[in-house]
């Protein structure tokens, strides 16, 4: 990974917006000022990337993004990797409540020989490549798969913390042993073995509830399953013998309903023939209809009475003449009255109304006289203070006079110079004018509200006249009315008349009503004895109905009583003739009940044969003799549900029986695959045993460490020799690293022997040997093209920093990485070809680029 520009605004103390341009800074330093922000600038690379930094102590310490009282953070990185680039954006907002999230994340691949100078236009990042990743989850995969490495190891390979490695070279083994762990990740093996124990433990649990399932499954044998099949089949003999013998119990029954069926018909003959009887109280009903056909006939006579009396008193009435004309005559004296009265009452208020007018009138007139002269005050007041400040300014001049010297305004020699006044003339004017001001505006005030009262009350006489006016109109208007009409006297009179009149006429129409309600009743009399005669009838011939099939008398239509004895008198005579048919009916249902019996016992045998007990229901045959014909045939339709019952109760029986063997062959089928669940938690239970024993050991973590340990020495001497132009290798014995010097003859020295410049060169070798350890386990392809070390150089001597410069310098000549350096030393900082000044204000941090 190589970074190529870093956009920063309103993250930590880089408040306003700053852009670092690293293209082309093969070899760059990060200097200023401690606290100025230079770590802050590694701290933006690895927040855009991974959205935490090392310092922050994890995602948690996400609200140091923002700077102080900002809202808003955005970091923007453009960077290469295995020849791609990409742009990585994270923003971080406060919401209402304080909490600090982050508002957006995205990743974009950027097309081949993308120019970072694009993003200055403003375009949209969706306008200038792939989209990637568009959330914070989608950013952790896909950063991964671009920069090929995990955040813990970036922060190990590309951004070393300050430190870390000098630490590692003077370690102790113990405490070397604990930082490769945790740097190579071996702690890996630990967690394999705690979950082979967890999932050994989990297996032998599992293995105890199907040893419970298969001693619960004991009974589900080959032989048992056998003997199911057998009862089956034998159970399905049975069902189909009595499926074969029901047909004739079923023959057997129904001759039996036959039999019922025609003594029942017997039966109801009898029965109909009996219930023949001549209605009580049909002569009275026959009685009745003549009466109430003599009482209508009455009722109508006097409704014709009272409706020619009701027209008699109307006739008169309309020639009395109309009563709504006489209201309104009388309406008419009574309005002139009231509007006579009220003539005086709208004079005196129209007088008054004119007396207020005029003395608001005077009243603002004069009023409006005395702001006429307060305005002249004012106005002198005002040309007062322009005098006042023109001696004002005349008396200012006075002290820049001297006796014989020019006057500088008029150049005239000046022979005694006036006194200068004590007092400011302009002040004076100022007070007059104040209080003429004043006067002027109380005057004004009042000339506005004496106007004001004098023109409502103008208004209040303008509309008092005009309902003056109005009343006399009207006042004019029904006297001319009246002049034609009637006294009062004589039109009181005949309103009296005719209120008499009207009262006949309603008493003589209440008189009608009364005799049209008896009319009425008198006809629904005459209805309903009539209906009383035809519900007779009615039933007559319902009855006679009934006994049609037996062929009955015709009726006499004039004679509803005779028709009625004829009726019962035949009905007696037919009922005699059929007792002896009712007693070979009862001959033939005994004799059909005895075949029904001994058909239902041979199926009931069926069932005892093979070995069952018999369904439970009613007894076999449909009735019994004597029994009544209702309760033969509720009898009958029990004994249908008896015979489907038995067809029923031996499928029922082959039902269970198959369940039976069903289920037998399913747990059959549950044993042997609890027998081979069994087999697969014993081999799992012994391989996850065998991986923890061997896990547990510290023999294995001891070999992962040596060779982990070696191969980090054989890459780290590798590497120092090339810093070192061939002088030191690396070598470590018994976990104790020691340097070897081919300039003194190979001698072996302990590496706390070396001075501060060796030591920072035999630190850096195991930086970057232990980088590209951690890349090559990586699980993705990493790319490592840059690294920066944030590393304290301001304790170094001066020939101990040249020597680091120099290293410097070598690994940055290899040309296989990015160099970059994060210092406050200046002459460490003049050797770097590319030096990113940061330098802090009181409002934000700020980073210019100086050198190639």
Not at 330 to 355: C, I, M, N, P
Not at 793 to 805: K, S
């Amino acid at each position: 990974m190589r970074p190529l520009r870093l956009d920063m605004s309103g993250f930590t103390v880089f408040r306003e917006p700053t852009t670092v341009d690293f293209t082309d800074a093969d070899y760059f330093a990060l200097v200023g000022p401690t606290g100025s922000g230079k770590s802050t600038v590694l701290d933006a690379i690895c927040f855009a990337l991974y959205g935490t930094v090392p310092r922050w102590g994890g995602a948690r310490g996400i609200g140091n993004a923002l700077a102080p009282s900002a809202a808003e953070a955005k970091v923007r990185l453009c960077f290469e990797s295995a020849g791609d680039r990409y742009i990585a954006t994270r923003v971080v907002r406060r919401d209402g409540r304080g909490n600090v999230k982050t508002a957006g994340a995205g990743l974009q691949l950027m097309p081949p020989g993308f120019d970072v100078t694009k993003l200055d236009t403003g375009m949209d990042l969706e306008d200038l490549g792939e989209a990637l990743a568009g959330t914070p989850a989608e950013m952790d995969r896909a950063v991964l798969e671009a920069v090929g490495l995990p955040y813990e190891q970036f922060t190990s390979c590309v951004v070393l913390p300050q430190g870390q490695f000098a630490d590692f070279l003077h370690a102790k083994p113990a405490t070397r042993q604990q930082i490769l762990i945790n740097l190579l990740g071996l702690h890996v093996y630990e967690e394999v073995q705690v979950r082979a124990s967890e999932r050994g433990k989990t297996a032998e649990a599992k293995l105890g509830v199907v040893e419970q399932q298969m001693g619960a499954l004991e009974d589900a044998t080959d032989e048992a399953v056998e003997a199911a099949e057998a009862h089956l089949e034998r159970m399905r003999e049975l069902t189909r013998t009595v499926e074969a013998a029901v047909p004739g119990l079923r023959t057997a029954r129904e001759a039996e309903t036959a039999a019922l069926g025609a003594r029942d018909t017997v039966d109801a003959e009898l029965a109909a023939l009996s219930s023949v009887r001549t209605p009580a109280g049909l002569a009275e009903a026959t009685g009745a209809i003549v009466a109430a056909r003599a009482a209508a006939e009455q009722a109508s006579r006097e409704v014709h009475a009272a409706e020619e009396a009701e027209e008699k008193v109307r006739g008169e009435l309309a020639a009395a003449g109309d009563a709504g004309s006489l209201r309104l005559m009388l309406d008419r004296h009574t309005e002139l009255a009231r509007l006579v009265e009220q003539e005086e009452w709208f004079a005196g208020k129209v007088s008054v109304a004119e007396v207020e007018y005029r003395d608001a009138l005077s009243a603002a007139e004069l009023a409006q006289a005395e702001h006429a002269g307060a305005q002249q005050l004012l106005e002198q007041a005002r040309q007062d203070y322009r005098d006042a400040q023109q001696r004002d300014r005349a008396a200012a001049l006075r002290g820049h006079l001297v006796a014989g010297h020019a006057c500088p305004v008029c150049e005239q020699p000046v022979t005694v110079v006036p006194e200068v006044p004590r007092e400011s003339a302009v002040r004076l004017a100022e007070a007059a004018g104040n209080a003429a001001r004043e006067a002027a505006e109380q005057a004004t005030a009042r000339w506005q509200q004496r106007d004001a009262v004098a023109r409502n009350l103008e208004s209040d006489l303008e509309r008092k006249r005009g309902q003056y006016e109005h009343h006399l109109s009207r006042l004019a208007e029904v006297r001319a009315a009246v002049a034609g009409l009637p006294p009062v006297e004589a039109v009181q009179a005949r309103l009296a008349d005719l209120g008499e009149l009207q009262g006949q006429l309603e008493r003589a129409t209440a008189a009608v009503r009364a005799a049209r309600d008896a009319h009425r009743r008198a006809q629904a009399a005459v209805r309903s004895a009539e209906d009383e005669q035809r519900t007779a009838w009615r039933r007559f011939d319902g009855v006679r109905d009934g006994l049609a099939r037996f062929g009955p008398p015709p009726a006499d239509r004039d004679d509803l009583a005779g028709a009625w004895q004829a009726l019962v008198d035949w009905a007696r005579g037919e009922h005699e003739a059929r007792l002896t048919a009712r007693a070979e009916a009862e001959s033939a249902v005994t004799a059909a009940h005895d075949s029904t019996v001994r058909a239902y016992t041979a199926i009931v045998a069926l069932f005892t044969e093979a070995g069952l007990n018999p369904p439970g229901g009613p007894a076999p045959g449909v009735t019994r003799p004597g029994v009544s014909a209702s309760r033969s045939a509720e009898r009958g339709a029990s004994v249908a549900d008896a015979e489907a019952g038995l067809i029923r109760a031996a499928a029922v029986t082959a039902e269970r029986a198959e369940a039976a063997w069903q289920r037998l062959v399913e747990r059959r089928q549950q044993a042997r695959e609890a027998a081979e669940q069994r087999d697969a938690l014993l081999r799992e239970s012994r391989v996850a045993k065998s991986l923890a024993g061997h896990l547990r050991a510290n023999n294995f973590e001891r070999w992962l460490l040596e060779e982990a340990l070696d191969l980090l020495v054989d890459g780290a001497s590798r590497i120092l020799r090339e810093l070192t132009n061939g002088q030191y290798e690396l070598m470590h014995t018994k976990g104790e690293f020691f340097v070897v010097d081919h300039h003194d003859a190979g001698l072996q020295r302990g590496v706390r022997t070396l001075s501060g410049g060796e030591t920072f060169q035999a630190s850096l070798a195991l930086a970057l040997a232990l980088s590209e350890q951690l890349a090559g386990m990586s699980t993705t392809a990493a790319s490592l093209e840059s690294i920066v070390l944030d590393e304290g150089f301001g304790t170094l001597d001066a020939a101990t920093l040249d020597v680091v410069a120099a290293t410097l310098e070598n690994l940055a000549a290899r040309g296989d990485r990015m160099v970059g350096l994060v210092t406050h030393v200046q002459a460490l900082a003049e050797r770097v070809p590319v030096r990113f000044e940061v330098h802090k204000d009181a409002r934000t941090a700020h980073v210019e680029r100086v050198g190639l």
